[in-house]
């Protein structure tokens, strides 16, 4: 009765020993964003003379870009990021150009101080401004404006012009050194910000009668470039390696310092990110390039660096077409790096079917049982969400020392792993015998030959760092409880020898790691402090 009332035992499935000390590798998953980011086909544009300064879009389709090199302005299409046409009318180096909101007209400054307006179409100059004594770096169009232009350069005065009688409305000063960059209000035509090397960033209001400016924030660096942001209500300056964003209507306070970049910020312009229609479409980001060779992408309502990209040149500017389908980049060696985004069931063909009428889908053949495809139906069909699957499971393929595990011959499991050429496979049964507390039997029980093969692994593997923390402590288990056969054995005394010297030699490599570690560790807390 006794033996009838004790439950049965039943073993359960056997699954191959894994080690548990093997390191996970950190691969970081995919983010909806980085997959966005990396939808863009790039495409590199070579052949261009010098570095690309600037690069602006036309705000109106098909969304042309301009890119100034050497002396030359060089028009692209956005769709094909074929050549369109070449302005060369210029005597110094182009240093920035604006379209006008209408597309029609397009503002070009050179090195010689000297300010061209063009005619898109004819590339023809319409309008030659000149008043700046020193090279200008920063001209535009305000986007409510189709009048005026500002303009700025290293003479230090910001300049408000008339185009069509190209005289000049205002001289705007203040800046203390070169002025290199600055951006018209997306909300107000009459206001604008514009970036020094003197460090500050000014608000200028043309309807203010001194001419002073309303607002001043100091960046810390020398601004190489700053934007308004879609609201008009913060801006984002860029200068030495951080990307800053003020908040102008709270006063100029700063809400975020971006540091992610190594050398120079060059550029910055605004991204959209999402679908074309939807609420996803409104998500701005603010895309930075600098000259180690990385476009960032910064998410500024949670403040946060969304995506990264390297490219194998210095970057000296970037712009984003407005309809978000093209990215484009310039480079310093003269290359364009042009990202172009597909666009769902436009460039497949169905954009024509205004012209083409209604398209009919191609009816299918009914398969009957006199064709051969009617048999080897539904082998290819996959399964939709309402399915219920049923998976075959599949069939284990045991190794020779989990066979012996699992018919519990542990000493000849170890030997067999032993005898192996794999180190996990060894480590793996070696902590399966210590969860079932037959490893140091197992010890104990090996004779000379198979004791100098666990030495003989110990020698090799014990000091690498994710088998040493088992490895270690087995050692001295098997000094201490096999002393005397290794006494009485030369051979065993040869596998001790070289395991001293492999300890030896560790012990040498990490007390020189400290002292490496000593001599860099003050350096690092200096460099921290600055």
């Not at 205002?170 to 800046?175: M, P, R, T």
Request: with cysteine; glycine share 6%.
């Amino acid at each position: 009765m006794a033996e009838e009332l004790q439950p049965k035992t039943t073993l359960g499935k056997s699954f191959p020993v894994k080690p548990k000390l093997k390191p996970k590798a950190r691969t970081l998953s995919q983010t909806p964003e980085s997959k966005y980011w990396s939808s863009f086909k790039t495409q590199q544009i070579q052949n261009l003379i010098s570095s690309i300064n600037s690069i602006s879009f036309s705000q109106i389709p098909p969304h042309l870009f301009a890119a100034a090199h050497s002396a030359s302005l060089t028009l692209f299409s956005s769709q094909t990021l074929s050549q369109h046409s070449v302005i060369s009318s210029f005597k110094d180096v182009v240093s920035c150009s604006s379209f006008r909101s209408d597309g029609a007209l397009l503002a070009a400054s050179d090195l010689s101080g000297l300010i061209q307006v063009f005619d898109v179409k004819t590339r023809t100059p319409l309008r030659r401004l000149r008043s700046h004594s020193r090279p200008v770096h920063f001209v535009q169009y305000p986007f409510l404006d189709k009048l005026h232009v500002v303009s700025g350069g290293d003479d230090g005065i910001v300049k408000y012009w008339d185009v069509s009688s190209e005289n000049v409305v205002l001289d705007l000063f203040g800046h203390k050194d070169y002025v290199r960059c600055g951006d018209c209000s997306p909300v107000n035509a009459e206001m604008f910000v514009t970036g020094s090397y003197d460090h500050t960033v000014k608000l200028w209001d043309v309807r203010v009668e001194n001419s002073k400016s309303v607002m001043e924030v100091n960046h810390g660096k020398p601004i190489e470039d700053v934007m308004f942001l879609p609201s008009g209500g913060l801006a984002a300056t860029a200068g030495g390696n951080s990307v800053k964003i003020w908040d102008l209507i709270g006063g100029g306070k700063l809400l975020y310092s971006m540091e992610s970049h190594n050398k120079t910020v060059t550029s910055v312009c605004l991204g959209r990110f999402g679908n074309e229609s939807g609420e996803e479409a409104m998500q701005y980001r603010i895309l930075s390039v600098a000259l180690d060779g990385y476009m960032k992408v910064f998410d500024y309502v949670n403040m946060k660096v969304t995506h990264s990209m390297r490219f194998p040149a210095p970057l000296m500017s970037v712009a984003f077409s407005p309809d978000g389908m093209t990215r484009v980049i310039g480079t310093s060696n003269g290359s364009i790096f042009a990202g172009r985004k597909k666009r769902e069931n436009v460039e497949s063909g169905l954009v024509n079917f205004w012209s083409l009428g209604r398209v009919e889908e191609p009816q299918k053949r009914l398969l009957r049982p006199t064709y051969f495809r009617y048999f080897q139906r539904g082998q290819i069909e996959k399964p939709s969400e309402s399915d219920f699957l049923v998976v075959r499971p599949k069939k284990l393929k045991l190794g020779e020392h989990d066979k012996l595990l699992k018919k519990f011959r542990h000493k000849e499991a170890l030997v067999c792993v032993l005898s192996g050429k794999n180190p996990e496979n060894v480590v793996a049964v070696m902590e399966e015998l210590v969860a079932r507390r037959k490893l140091l039997k197992c010890v104990s029980n090996l004779d000379n030959e198979e004791l100098g093969l666990l030495l003989s692994f110990l020698q090799k593997h014990s000091t690498i760092p994710r088998y040493s923390g088992l490895l270690m402590g087995l050692m001295k288990k098997v000094l201490e409880m096999r002393a005397e056969d290794i006494k009485a054995s030369d051979i065993l005394k040869s596998h001790i020898r070289n395991l001293k010297r492999s300890v030896e030699e560790e012990i040498r490599i990490q007390q020189s790691l400290q002292e490496i570690q000593g001599i860099i560790s003050p350096l690092l807390r200096i460099a921290g402090r600055k």
